[in-house]
């Protein structure tokens, strides 16, 4: 399916950023802080079709010249769509891959090859079972071989290499403690295939697709850095700003021990390929004006700024002239002729997103403030990805609009039925067999589902099996339901302003979700047919390439894209803001509407997210963070409301952030 997401950014499409290597000046002067060549594409689905051309041309020229193709293969979610765009490929272009040998980098250890978390059962699900490749041309290291043998085995994986030529080609990903291939931190130049324990924010990372840290396994089979140094040529793939950081340390900092995939620095052929998330750490997008000239755009200016102040440890109105000058900014002093008139026009900027009305003030003068007065009560739809996003993201906001008195709708997309804990669902039945034991003693109805379910339960069933029960499902999303009612109702919203859209792509049962289709779309128009909405709230994480909030945002955005074509007039007079879902926070140089809340405000979020009870464990979702979902909701609002204050402006006890995205 068509995506759009790029829509809103095409104003940046014609930015120096997007230049590739090569010996041109302006690129020169763009990347003279990085070490690594790398090209920027706009999205992950543009960078990845690039790696997979790049892959393919490797595969024709060698079945020109009558030779076999050595690749060096990487799992996890980078290199997904460039072996989907690789079938793609297969299947209308006529790629082959008969001359095609194969290396996978690693896999987990122990693991048995069958199981749907093996790199093995990865391959064949992404990859091989989809293209030409000869069975006996693929290697991946093997999860069961016997602790004896283990030593010999990897012995024998990298002479395999050697023996096959050696790789023409390695794709890589690169894991956020700066892992290739398994390599962690510490590994040495001069590794080779070996067996490896894994680093701790490795396993949490993990720990989503096993379904909770205990499932992981501890270790892993691993080219080495060494094996990896070998190939001729190196393509490292990294999407989303979750990658940001170490990307930017990898390609600007030192080679260091700490981050292998610095010393890719070292390799005489090597790329990144990288989409804006994943780049926007590096100098030339983060602080553009210290690589060269720049086109100073509002939004660039308040970017420099912004990014002034926390150099200088400095509020906005006591920003001088020499602090421009000093830090590469003076030619905004020029333009502006003084820091002054810089100041008050950055200031002024900031003060006009701040709103306690976030669906307008009615009768009031609304030229500077974020939302339209009118019409003074709005029928507002907020869409939350997952039954909890709404209040996590936008608890605060949500409530004043309820207050407000606007028409508010929240439509919940999926059902988040694999993140409740079967025990959660033993919890509610065990309460039903009592209480219907109690009252009708002679009905055994409820008391057969609880035996059977608890049977399902106990003797292993669970995400992880092909075998999925649909009644524990929808039991659990049956769970997450009520929460999400609660929570509404606590906020003073009906029940009959929810709707549960439990878009189909989701009910997979497992983590792996189906492709977005037009159903879930058709799901959506409908509803925003039948609200008309004058506001709309999404979870706008552009940046995030995987993941239900992206599809969901994905599925909003063509829907309203639909819509448009058909020429709904109710359109014209909607506007959509952008929360940026549960993980993170707009950068504040890019919020555009800024809700404040006062220490009760947070507070009764705060109940409202207490509410998802069956969230309130430790969730496998949440990476290598401990804190729970309303810890990190209140945290990143006080965070927002802190920068707000140390730049100048007026304190408040927390604040919720929004982006405009203009359909
Ligand atoms: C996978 C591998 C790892 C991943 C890295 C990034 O074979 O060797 O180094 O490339 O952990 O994982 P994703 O792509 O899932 O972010």
Redesign the pocket.
């Known amino acids: 399916m068509e995506t759009i997401l790029e829509t809103n950014e095409s104003l940046k499409k014609n930015q120096p950023y997007f230049k590739k290597p090569g010996d041109d000046f302006e690129y020169s002067q763009l990347a003279r802080e990085e070490r690594i060549p790398v090209e920027i594409f706009q999205t992950a689905e543009k960078g990845s079709i690039e790696a997979a051309k790049e892959v393919a041309e490797l595969i024709r020229e060698k079945q020109k010249n009558n030779e076999t193709c050595v690749l060096g ?8 769509r460039m072996y989907r765009e690789l079938i793609r490929m297969h299947r209308e272009e006529g790629l082959s891959f008969q001359n095609v040998v194969t290396f ?4 987990y250890y122990p693991i048995p090859k069958n199981s749907v978390h093996s ?1 093995n059962y990865f391959m064949k699900e992404m990859l091989f079972d989809h293209v030409d490749i000869k069975p006996e041309n693929i290697h991946i290291p093997d999860g069961e071989v016997d602790k004896s043998k283990l030593k010999e085995y990897c012995q024998n994986y990298e002479k395999a290499i050697d023996e096959a030529g050696g790789l023409d080609l390695q794709v ?6 700066g ?5 962690e931190p510490g590994s040495h130049m001069n590794s080779y295939t070996r067996v490896v324990t894994l680093d701790d924010l ?1 396993m949490h ?2 720990a989503e697709d096993f379904g909770g840290i205990h499932n992981v396994p501890k270790g ?1 089979i ?1 080219m080495g850095v060494g094996s990896i140094f070998k190939a001729k040529k190196i393509i490292l ?4 700003d ?2 940001a950081s170490i990307v930017q340390k990898a390609v600007e900092g030192k080679v260091l021990d700490e981050i292998p995939a610095s010393f890719l620095q070292r390799h005489e052929n090597v790329k990144f390929i990288l989409d804006l998330g994943a780049a926007s750490e590096l100098t030339r997008i983060k602080s553009p004006w210290k690589v060269g000239s720049v086109d100073w755009t509002p939004s660039l200016i308040k970017k420099a700024v912004i990014n002034l102040c926390s150099t200088v440890n400095k509020p906005i109105l006591k920003l001088t002239d020499k602090d421009y000058n000093d830090n590469g900014l003076g030619e905004l002093v020029v333009l502006y002729k003084s820091a002054y008139d810089v100041n008050i026009k950055v200031f002024n900027e900031l003060q006009n997103t701040i709103t306690g009305w976030p669906g307008g003030k009615p009768n009031a003068d609304d030229s500077k403030r974020p939302e339209r007065k009118d019409p003074a009560q709005k029928r507002v739809i907020v869409f939350s990805p997952h039954p909890d996003d709404d209040v996590i993201s936008m608890g605060g906001t949500l409530k004043r609009l309820i207050d407000q008195n606007h028409d508010v709708h929240v439509a919940y997309q999926v059902s988040g039925n694999i993140a409740v804990a079967n025990h959660e669902v033993m919890r509610y039945l065990s309460f039903f067999k009592k209480y219907f034991e109690e009252l009708y003693p002679k009905d055994s109805l409820v008391s057969e589902e609880y035996k059977k379910i608890k049977n399902y339960i106990t003797t292993g069933g669970d995400i992880h099996t092909e075998n999925i029960n649909p009644e524990i499902l929808k039991a659990k999303g049956l769970i997450r339901q009520g929460e999400a009612t609660s929570a509404c109702d606590y906020l003073g919203l009906g029940a009959e302003k929810l709707h549960f859209l439990n878009l189909p792509f989701y009910e997979t049962g497992k983590i792996k979700k189906n492709n977005l289709s037009q159903q879930d779309v058709d799901i959506i128009k409908e509803l925003l047919r039948e609200i008309k909405p004058h506001q709309i709230y999404a979870a706008g994480d552009l940046m995030d390439p995987h993941g239900t909030h992206r599809v969901c945002l994905e599925a909003i955005f063509i829907a309203l894209d639909q819509i448009k074509k058909d020429s709904d007039d109710w359109l014209n007079d909607c506007w959509v803001w952008m929360y940026r879902g549960a993980w993170q926070e707009w950068p504040v140089n890019e919020i555009e509407m800024a809700v404040p809340m006062s220490p009760m405000e947070v507070q009764t979020k705060r109940n409202a997210i207490l509410r998802h009870q069956s969230q309130m464990e430790s969730a496998p979702f949440k990476g290598g963070d401990s804190r729970l979902f309303w810890q990190r909701a209140e945290d990143r609002n006080h965070e927002t409301a802190e920068i707000y204050n140390q730049l100048g402006l007026a304190e408040y006890e927390a604040i919720e952030a929004f982006v405009r995205y203009i359909p």
């Open positions: 293969l990487a799992t996890g979610s980078s290199p997904i996978n980098l690693d896999e790199y890589l990903g690169i894991g956020r403690t892992h290739i291939g398994f390599n490795t990372d993990a892993a691993t793939l990294a999407w989303g979750k990658k």
